[in-house]
């Protein structure tokens, strides 16, 4: 067995009695026939066995904590989910938690929630998906693993984080390996992903070749689904269903469990609520029905807990706590903002987080006990993003000036978290695919009535890469370091591919921060010290 890492967990490990899916293969619509290629690679085909549900979709895990976390399948036809959890690979021990039974309406996926786990351990699980008329006759088991979340401090916790895949058409690659940025960053062996976004391109069609500025052709795994923008329902689900396709993130996700958030590409760039499209790709032309088909798509897609069949809130924003060291906010700045615009009004109670959810946010960081506190935004808080010639779409609007528009509630929320006295926040963002490092200081600022603070910017992970993002100078950013391409849509052959990585030391409480580039090179380091307000 391969080891590649201090846990001894290889790649063959996670993936052991799961088939793999051919980089080439078109992957069928719900309820259409297996088709009769499966990998390349050949074990697959001969674990096959026939009639019996299948999870060639791989498995993973999601929001996992000191003593729960969920596990996800998909399953090829209607199957009881089961998964048995054990604390060794030998499953010599076992423990049986039923799941739901997976049937069309979920497009044949299924989520189990795991509890009363061990804290700090290296948890192994197995999926098996069951005959639902003849339990006896059950699937070849697709195994995954995670570890829980630590309770003492000593254990310290490491994570990456990244956004934006499969987009300005640049999908699956086989040439190049496919997400191989996937392989790498399960090389580390993170604790969990923070998936900070646009996790698929459902505006975002492909073609199978695209030639590059020097000539060299990149070619594109194509699905019916992403031949066209994503409308109805089959289609957004056909978008989460592409990049399953690719076996480095299948291998990753079985080994790395995931806290994931949306932004703007589930349904279509730069969209808000009670938009109607003009734009002749699209036949539906609300916004807001086109949101529910795509939100329904992504909760059946990731195991959210907020997201979870029957439960009562249905949304995204949520607080992962992950043991003493640290809890993780999830923002939605899509669900609840208001129209993109000028943004420069002078009362704005909206803003782009919605009054209950920056309520939300405001209490649960009073409440947190956790040494750090990452706020994972899905957009940036000071680079200028426009919407056009004249609108802009995310937090800034490059008025250097007093805040105004969506900086209001900005404002509220810093001086929140200054005059509580909240410890140890840091942002993490993607959203404008290059990377870079931003100190906010009120020093600097025109509003000054908030602690210092870091904001960390990555991505993409397979998308097109762009210039940097102007600054606005309202609450002081500095950008300490940056990489971007200088020009746009720069696709992954030519680099500017990025994700983040956290370490919070358990002994210390010393939180590092490092900014890295596809191919493992660390571009950007800085160190964090517990206990201050701010940052």
């Not at 790709?281 to 997201?307: G, H, I, M, N, Q």
């Not at 009073?366 to 937090?395: C, N």
């Amino acid at each position: 067995m391969e080891q590649e890492s201090g846990s001894g967990i290889g790649r063959r490990s996670v993936l052991r009695g799961g088939a793999l899916v051919s980089a080439g293969l078109v992957l069928p619509s719900a309820g259409a026939a297996v088709p009769a290629v499966l990998s390349a690679s050949g074990p697959a085909a001969a674990q096959t066995l026939s009639g019996r549900p299948e999870a060639r979709w791989g498995v993973q895990a999601g929001d996992v904590t000191t003593s729960s976390a969920l596990v996800w399948v998909r399953s090829d036809r209607p199957a009881r989910m089961i998964v048995e959890t054990s604390a060794t690979e030998s499953f010599r021990n076992t423990r049986g938690t039923h799941g739901p039974l997976i049937s069309p309406g979920t497009d044949f996926t299924g989520t189990t929630a795991l509890s009363g786990l061990p804290p700090g351990e290296q948890v192994h699980y197995r999926v098996v998906l069951a005959d639902p008329d003849d339990p006896r006759r059950t699937g070849e088991p697709v195994h995954g693993t995670f570890r829980t979340a630590p309770v003492r401090r000593r254990q310290g916790v490491r994570f990456v984080w990244s956004g934006d895949l499969a987009g300005q058409g640049w999908g699956i690659n086989p040439e190049r390996g496919g997400y191989r940025i996937f392989e790498e960053m399960r090389r580390g062996d993170p604790d969990f992903f923070l998936f900070s976004g646009d996790t698929i391109y459902a505006d975002g069609p492909l073609t199978g070749s695209v030639t590059l500025p020097d000539g060299r052709v990149w070619r594109n795994v194509t699905t019916e689904e992403k031949a066209k923008v994503a409308e109805t329902l089959a289609e957004f689900r056909g978008n989460f269903r592409y990049n399953l396709l690719d076996e480095n993130l299948r291998c990753f996700n079985a080994q790395v469990p995931a806290i994931v958030q949306w932004d703007d590409h589930e349904v279509l760039n730069n969209w808000y609520p009670g938009e109607f499209l003009d734009d002749a790709r699209y036949t539906e032309k609300s916004v807001d029905v086109l949101a529910a088909r795509a939100k329904r798509a992504f909760s059946e897609y990731f195991p959210v807990p907020t997201l979870r069949p029957g439960h009562t809130e249905g949304r995204v924003h949520r607080v992962v706590r992950h043991g003493p060291l640290l809890d993780v906010f999830v923002l939605d700045m899509r669900t609840y903002r208001n129209r993109n615009s000028p943004n420069r009004q002078p009362e704005d109670a909206q803003g782009i987080l919605g009054r209950e959810q920056l309520e939300w946010l405001k209490r649960e960081l009073r409440r947190s006990r956790a040494m750090w506190k990452v706020i994972a935004s899905d957009m940036p808080l000071g680079l200028v993003v426009p919407d056009g010639a004249t609108d802009f779409e995310a937090v800034a609007n490059a008025d250097p000036g007093a805040a105004l528009g969506r900086e209001l509630q900005i404002v509220e929320l810093l001086r929140h978290i200054k005059h509580h006295r909240i410890t140890g926040t840091v942002w993490l963002t993607t959203d404008v695919h290059h990377t870079s490092a931003q100190h906010y200081d009120p020093a600097r600022a025109a509003f000054g009535d908030f602690e210092p603070f870091w904001e960390f910017v990555s991505g993409p992970l397979n998308a097109g890469a762009f210039p940097a993002a102007a600054l606005d100078s309202t609450f002081g950013p500095e950008r300490v370091f940056m990489k971007a391409p200088a020009r746009a849509n720069v696709s992954p052959a030519e680099g500017y591919q990025f994700y983040g990585e956290v370490d919070i030391d358990g002994e210390s409480g010393e939180l590092t921060v490092r900014l890295r580039e596809e191919g493992g090179t660390v571009l950007f380091t800085t160190v964090l010290q517990p206990g201050r307000v701010g940052q």
